[in-house]
C-alpha cells in the first residue's frame, strides 16, 4: 500500500498513473490537501486512517506515504517531495521559473515537478528499470515535434528528454528519429485533409490477448450482409456533409477484425459505396488488413488490387506454430508464408506485417526465429508489438497462467526484433505505447524508407482529423487552431450498431 498526499495541487490523476510504473493500481491511495482542507475520497480512504485529521499527516500516514507539496514563490514554481519507506525519510526539492502572463505554463511546469520529484526518489529507492523515464502517455513522439516546431535543435531536444524527463538515451534517439521521418507527413496541417478509418469487426476466432472489436464468425457471420448495408449507409450519409465542407480525403484505413473475413459480393458492395461516398483519385495511401492467412485467396487479392489497394497487412503474431495454436489463430505459419507470397505475385509489394513479443509460453529464441522467417520475406513494413494485457481481453483473466516472461528477456526480445529490423533495411518512422505493456516498453513501426504508413503517422500524432465508420470506430476530430481533439467513438455492440447506425452519422455531423 502507497499513500499519496498532495498539498498545494491536485494532480491526483497524473500520480496515479506514474506510481504505476512502481506499484499495482490497488495499492495506491491519494489525498489532496488544498489551502489547508484535506480532501479524502471516501471510495478510496479506509476508514482508520479518516479518525484522526487533526494530528500531522506525515505521522498518521507515515508508513509507506507521499507528500509532494507545491508553492508558488514569486516567479518560480517549487515542488518539495518526501517520501517515507520502510523506516526512512528521502527528500527532494526542485523549482523553475514560470511565465506569469501564461496561466497554462503553471500547470505544465507544476505537472512535470511533482512527477519528478516522485520518479527521482521512488526509482532510486526500489531500483526499477524505466528507460523511459516517467512518460507514461500513450504518444511520447508529440513532446519532440512540439519541440521541433518551437525551432529546437536536435542536441538541445536530446538534452531535454534526457534532463527534463529521465529518458535513457537510447530510447531519446529512437524518439528524435521517429519524429524526423514522420514531421514532413505532418507539416504544415492542412484542416482540409481528413482520413477515414472503416472497421470489420468480425474474425475467425478471437486471439486471447484482442481487445479490439471482434465477432466470431461461427456466432455472428449470419449478420455480415446485414453489417456492410448499416456501414454504407453511415459511409454515405457522412460523406455529404465531408463534401459539403470540402474535405479531401488523404488515406483510407479498413482495418478490424479481420476485413478479409469479407467474401467478393461483400467487398464488391462495400467498394462501390466508397467510390461513389468519396473521390479515391486523390488518395495517398489506401490500406487494406488482411489480417490472418486463413482469410486470404487470389480472387480477393486481385480484387482488392484493382480497386487500389496500394498496402496490404498479413499479420502473423509470431512464426512459431505451438504459440499460434496457444493464441487462438487457426492456421500455420506455413499457410502464412504462402499467403504473403501469393500477395506479392499478385502485385502488392507494399506488405505489413505485425509481430507481438512477450506472447504465451514464448522465449527470445523463439522471437529470433520468428526473425528469421520474416526476414526470408523481406516485408516492406514491420510493425513489433510488446504485449499489452488489456482488461477486454481472454489474457487478462488467465495472466498469471500465460505470462512468464521476466522483463530481462523481454528486452532481450525487443533487442532482437531491432537488430533484424535494421538488417532488413528496415527504419523506425512511428512508435507508440500503451497501458499494461511488458517492462513498461514500446511498439515500433519500421519500414523501408518510401514505405512510411501515412496512416499510422496521423493517427498516432492526432493532427489530421480521422472520420471513423463501423463498429467500435472512433473518429477523432482536430482543431489545430484551438489545440483542441474531440473523440467521438461509435458503438461498439454489433446488433446495437445495426439498429442505430443513423445515430452514429449525427454523432459525427455534429462535430463537421
Given at each position: 500500500?502507497?499513500?499519496?498526499?498532495?498539498?498545494?495541487h491536485?494532480?491526483?490523476?497524473?500520480?496515479?498513473?506514474?506510481?504505476?510504473?512502481?506499484?499495482?493500481?490497488?495499492?495506491?491511495?491519494?489525498?489532496?490537501?488544498?489551502?489547508?482542507?484535506?480532501?479524502?475520497?471516501?471510495?478510496?480512504?479506509?476508514?482508520?486512517?479518516?479518525?484522526?485529521?487533526?494530528?500531522?499527516?506525515?505521522?498518521?500516514?507515515?508508513?509507506?506515504?507521499?507528500?509532494?507539496?507545491?508553492?508558488?514563490?514569486?516567479?518560480?514554481?517549487?515542488?518539495?517531495?518526501?517520501?517515507?519507506?520502510?523506516?526512512?525519510?528521502?527528500?527532494?526539492?526542485?523549482?523553475?521559473?514560470?511565465?506569469?502572463?501564461?496561466?497554462?505554463s503553471?500547470?505544465?511546469?507544476?505537472?512535470?515537478?511533482?512527477?519528478?520529484?516522485?520518479?527521482?526518489?521512488?526509482?532510486?529507492?526500489?531500483k526499477?528499470?524505466?528507460?523511459?523515464?516517467?512518460?507514461?502517455?500513450?504518444?511520447?513522439?508529440k513532446?519532440?515535434?512540439?519541440?521541433?516546431?518551437?525551432?529546437?535543435?536536435?542536441?538541445?531536444?536530446?538534452?531535454?528528454?534526457?534532463?527534463?524527463?529521465?529518458?535513457?538515451?537510447?530510447?531519446?534517439?529512437?524518439?528524435?528519429?521517429?519524429?524526423?521521418?514522420?514531421?514532413?507527413?505532418?507539416?504544415?496541417?492542412?484542416?482540409?485533409?481528413?482520413?477515414?478509418?472503416?472497421?470489420?469487426?468480425?474474425?475467425?476466432?478471437?486471439?486471447?490477448?484482442?481487445?479490439?472489436?471482434?465477432?466470431?464468425?461461427?456466432?455472428?457471420?449470419?449478420?455480415?450482409?446485414?453489417?456492410?448495408?448499416?456501414?454504407?449507409?453511415?459511409?454515405?450519409?457522412?460523406?455529404?456533409?465531408?463534401?459539403?465542407?470540402?474535405?479531401?480525403?488523404?488515406?483510407?484505413?479498413?482495418?478490424?477484425?479481420?476485413?478479409?473475413?469479407?467474401?467478393?459480393?461483400?467487398?464488391?458492395?462495400?467498394?462501390?459505396?466508397?467510390?461513389?461516398?468519396?473521390?479515391?483519385?486523390?488518395?495517398?495511401?489506401?490500406?487494406?488488413?488482411?489480417?490472418?492467412?486463413?482469410?486470404?485467396?487470389?480472387?480477393?487479392?486481385?480484387?482488392l488490387?484493382?480497386?487500389?489497394?496500394s498496402?496490404?497487412?498479413?499479420?502473423?503474431?509470431?512464426?512459431?506454430?505451438?504459440?499460434?495454436?496457444?493464441?487462438?489463430?487457426?492456421?500455420?505459419?506455413?499457410?502464412?508464408?504462402?499467403?504473403?507470397?501469393?500477395?506479392?505475385?499478385?502485385?502488392?509489394?507494399?506488405?505489413?506485417?505485425?509481430?507481438?513479443?512477450?506472447?504465451?509460453?514464448?522465449?527470445?529464441?523463439?522471437?529470433?526465429?520468428?526473425?528469421?522467417?520474416?526476414?526470408?520475406?523481406?516485408?516492406?513494413n514491420?510493425?513489433?508489438?510488446?504485449?499489452?494485457?488489456?482488461?477486454?481481453?481472454?489474457?487478462?483473466?488467465?495472466?498469471?497462467?500465460y505470462?512468464?516472461?521476466?522483463?530481462?528477456?523481454?528486452?532481450?526480445?525487443?533487442?532482437?526484433?531491432k537488430?533484424?529490423?535494421?538488417?532488413?533495411?528496415?527504419v523506425?518512422?512511428?512508435?507508440?505505447?500503451?497501458?499494461?505493456?511488458?517492462?513498461?516498453?514500446?511498439?515500433?513501426?519500421?519500414?523501408?524508407?518510401?514505405?512510411?504508413?501515412?496512416?499510422?503517422?496521423?493517427?498516432?500524432?492526432?493532427?489530421?482529423?480521422?472520420?471513423?465508420?463501423?463498429?467500435?470506430?472512433?473518429?477523432?476530430?482536430?482543431?489545430?487552431?484551438?489545440?483542441?481533439?474531440?473523440?467521438?467513438?461509435?458503438?461498439?455492440?454489433?446488433?446495437?450498431?445495426?439498429?442505430?447506425?443513423?445515430?452514429?452519422?449525427?454523432?459525427?455531423?455534429?462535430?463537421?
Open positions: 500500500m502507497i499513500k499519496v498526499v498532495c498539498k498545494g491536485d494532480y491526483s490523476y497524473e500520480i496515479k498513473e506514474l506510481l504505476k510504473l512502481f506499484y499495482n493500481l490497488e495499492e495506491i491511495i491519494v489525498l489532496t490537501e488544498i489551502e489547508g482542507t484535506l480532501d479524502m475520497n471516501t471510495t478510496l480512504i479506509e476508514a482508520d486512517l479518516k479518525k484522526d485529521l487533526k494530528k500531522d499527516l506525515e505521522e498518521v500516514l507515515k508508513e509507506d506515504l507521499i507528500v509532494s507539496d507545491m508553492e508558488i514563490l514569486g516567479d518560480r514554481i517549487q515542488v518539495t517531495t518526501k517520501v517515507y519507506y520502510e523506516g526512512k525519510k528521502y527528500e527532494v526539492t526542485e523549482n523553475k521559473v514560470y511565465d506569469s502572463e501564461q496561466p497554462l503553471i500547470k505544465k511546469i507544476g505537472k512535470n515537478l511533482v512527477k519528478r520529484g516522485i520518479f527521482q526518489l521512488l526509482k532510486s529507492i526500489k526499477t528499470y524505466l528507460p523511459w523515464g516517467f512518460l507514461v502517455g500513450i504518444r511520447p513522439t513532446i519532440v515535434h512540439e519541440l521541433m516546431e518551437e525551432g529546437k535543435g536536435k542536441e538541445e531536444i536530446l538534452a531535454i528528454l534526457q534532463e527534463e524527463y529521465f529518458l535513457q538515451e537510447e530510447k531519446s534517439q529512437l524518439l528524435i528519429s521517429v519524429a524526423e521521418r514522420e514531421h514532413p507527413f505532418i507539416y504544415p496541417i492542412d484542416e482540409n485533409k481528413v482520413s477515414i478509418y472503416i472497421s470489420i469487426p468480425f474474425c475467425p476466432t478471437r486471439c486471447v490477448y484482442c481487445s479490439f472489436p471482434s465477432n466470431p464468425l461461427k456466432q455472428w457471420g449470419h449478420l455480415q450482409d446485414q453489417y456492410i448495408e448499416a456501414l454504407c449507409r453511415e459511409i454515405e450519409e457522412t460523406a455529404k456533409v465531408l463534401q459539403l465542407k470540402g474535405k479531401e480525403i488523404e488515406n483510407i484505413y479498413i482495418g478490424g477484425g479481420t476485413p478479409s473475413t469479407l467474401n467478393i459480393p461483400q467487398l464488391k458492395e462495400l467498394f462501390k459505396c466508397l467510390e461513389g461516398a468519396f473521390n479515391l483519385k486523390a488518395l495517398k495511401e489506401f490500406t487494406f488488413e488482411g489480417g490472418r492467412p486463413d482469410t486470404i485467396d487470389e480472387e480477393q487479392l486481385k480484387f488490387k484493382e480497386k487500389g489497394i498496402r496490404l497487412s498479413i499479420n502473423p503474431q509470431t512464426m512459431n506454430d505451438c504459440t499460434l495454436e496457444t493464441i487462438g489463430r487457426n492456421h500455420t505459419v506455413e499457410e502464412l508464408k504462402k499467403a504473403f507470397n501469393l500477395a506479392k505475385k499478385v502485385g502488392f509489394d507494399n506488405i505489413n506485417m505485425d509481430i507481438i513479443i512477450g506472447l504465451p509460453g514464448e522465449d527470445a529464441s523463439m522471437v529470433r526465429n520468428t526473425m528469421e522467417e520474416l526476414k526470408k520475406l523481406q516485408p516492406a514491420l510493425t513489433v508489438h510488446t504485449l499489452a494485457v488489456k482488461r477486454a481481453s481472454k489474457l487478462k483473466d488467465e495472466k498469471e497462467n505470462l512468464k516472461n521476466e522483463e530481462e528477456e523481454i528486452l532481450e526480445m525487443l533487442e532482437i526484433t537488430a533484424y529490423a535494421a538488417e532488413m533495411g528496415l523506425p518512422y512511428y512508435m507508440y505505447r500503451q497501458k499494461h505493456m511488458l517492462g513498461h516498453l514500446e511498439n515500433i513501426g519500421y519500414c523501408k524508407p518510401g514505405y512510411e504508413g501515412i496512416y499510422n503517422i496521423q493517427i498516432m500524432e492526432e493532427k489530421q482529423t480521422i472520420v471513423a465508420f463501423g463498429a467500435g470506430g472512433v473518429s477523432k476530430f482536430v482543431y489545430p487552431k484551438e489545440n483542441r481533439l474531440e473523440r467521438v467513438p461509435n458503438i461498439k455492440n454489433l446488433e446495437q450498431y445495426l439498429v442505430r447506425v443513423d445515430e452514429m452519422v449525427e454523432r459525427k455531423k455534429s462535430y463537421l
